[in-house]
């Protein structure tokens, strides 16, 4: 059994920072043989695609959105992966959700293990 959790949401003021965490666990599951994206879901909004990172860390991949605000970045020996959020606008308030796919970083359709998500609010 895959277990992706997530954690770092919270309350932030507009041009903030914040980082989330993704760790992985599961008996059959070799974090380092996966490919990672990040996705969020705003209210009344299907959940969107924002980036990717490749097993090795090698490459990574972000929608025009978030581009230039958003790192994304993985520690295979701590099976942890991390999205770092700065300038941050009142839409990126969603909920972000952590997920991992085999073979390739797209299309999103590809991901097939997802965490359970956390709420990020930008905010005054």
């Known amino acids: 059994q895959v277990q992706l959790v997530e954690s770092g949401g919270g309350l932030v003021q507009p041009g903030g920072s914040l980082r989330l965490s993704c760790v992985a666990s599961?008996?059959?599951?070799?974090?380092?043989?996966?490919?990672m994206g990040w996705f969020r879901q705003a209210p009344g909004k299907e959940r969107e695609f924002i980036g990717s990172i490749e097993w090795s860390g090698d490459r990574t991949y972000y929608v025009d959105d978030v581009k230039g605000r958003f790192t994304i970045s993985r520690d295979n020996d701590k099976d942890s992966l991390y999205l770092q959020m700065n300038s941050m606008k009142p839409e990126d308030t969603a909920v972000y959700y952590c997920?991992?796919?085999?073979?390739?970083?797209?299309?999103?359709?590809?991901?097939?293990?997802w965490g359970q998500g956390t709420q990020v609010t930008v905010s005054s």
């Open positions: 997920a991992a796919s085999f073979g390739s970083t797209w299309p999103p359709t590809r991901y097939n293990y």
């Open positions: 599961g008996r059959t599951f070799t974090f380092a043989r996966y490919d």
